[in-house]
T-cell receptor, first 114, second 114 residues
Framework: DAGVTQSPTHLIKTRGQQVTLRCSPK?????VSWYQQALGQGPQFIFQ???????QRGNFPDRFSGHQFPNYSSELNVNALWLGDSALYLC?????????????FGPGTRLTVL | AQSVTQLDSQVPVFEEAPVELRCNYS??????LFWYVQYPNQGLQLLLK??????LVESINGFEAEFNKSQTSFHLRKPSVHISDTAEYFC????????????FGTGTQLKVEL
């Protein structure tokens, strides 16, 4: 089992650009959540997808959007990048979305905005 | 809304000494509690969790945490640390009935020295 995988590992963009990050969940998992971890901070919940729809959303602007595909993989899109979007973006998958369902995290994508 | 406080941003300790990492939470409903560990340039790994039952939970590598409802705490302890325990530790909560969205603290950097 490959676990949760994310691509790319690192990414450098300039202000105003758009970026797409990708996540493949652990085998058997149907729920994908995205988190933003700024330097020196704990991860912040962005949103969660299951059944190909956004089900929960944290306090992030509409510039952050996502998608879940029929094979449960997911994308995170960020438009109009600004310097404050520089962070480690973590994807987590789980076998369901109940409070007790453990989340398994991927290694993250390090986004740097110049 | 729930919140998590980790008062200690850094904890230096000598090898084989005991350590306690503090975590307090705030929530208007019952919660599940988690400790995650993050090694440099890696994603998060679940260390241990409290869902129900015994308030003392243990990990396979010697860490333990005790849920104290009256003090709304979930402190992490280890009686004898090893160099390999050097990492960032995050406390997190999810609310019962609120899905498995995690709210994290700001983390505690544990540095084990010889």
């Amino acid at each position: 089992d490959a676990g949760v995988t994310q691509s790319p590992t690192h990414l450098i963009k300039t202000r105003g650009q758009q970026v797409t990050l990708r996540c493949s969940p652990k085998s058997g998992h149907d729920t994908v959540s995205w988190y933003q971890q700024a330097l020196g901070q704990g991860p912040q919940f962005i949103f969660q997808y299951y059944e190909e729809e956004e089900r929960q959303r944290g306090n992030f602007p509409d510039r952050f959007s996502g998608h879940q595909f029929p094979n449960y993989s997911s994308e995170l899109n960020v438009n109009a990048l600004w310097l404050g979007d520089s962070a480690l973006y973590l994807c987590a998958s789980s076998p369901g979305h109940g409070s007790y369902n453990e989340q398994f995290f991927g290694p993250g994508t390090r986004l740097t905005v110049l | 809304a729930q919140s998590v406080t980790q008062l200690d941003s850094q904890v230096p300790v000598f090898e084989e000494a005991p350590v306690e990492l503090r975590c307090n939470y705030s929530s208007s409903v019952s919660v599940y509690l988690f400790w995650y560990v993050q090694y440099p340039n890696q994603g998060l790994q679940l260390l241990l969790k409290y869902l129900s039952g015994s308030t003392l939970v243990e990990s396979i590598n010697g860490f333990e945490a005790e849920f104290n409802k009256s003090q709304t705490s979930f402190h992490l302890r280890k009686p004898s640390v090893h160099i390999s325990d050097t990492a960032e530790y995050f406390c997190a909560v999810s609310e019962l009935g609120g899905g498995n969205k995690l709210t994290f603290g700001t983390g505690t950097q544990l540095k084990v020295e010889l």
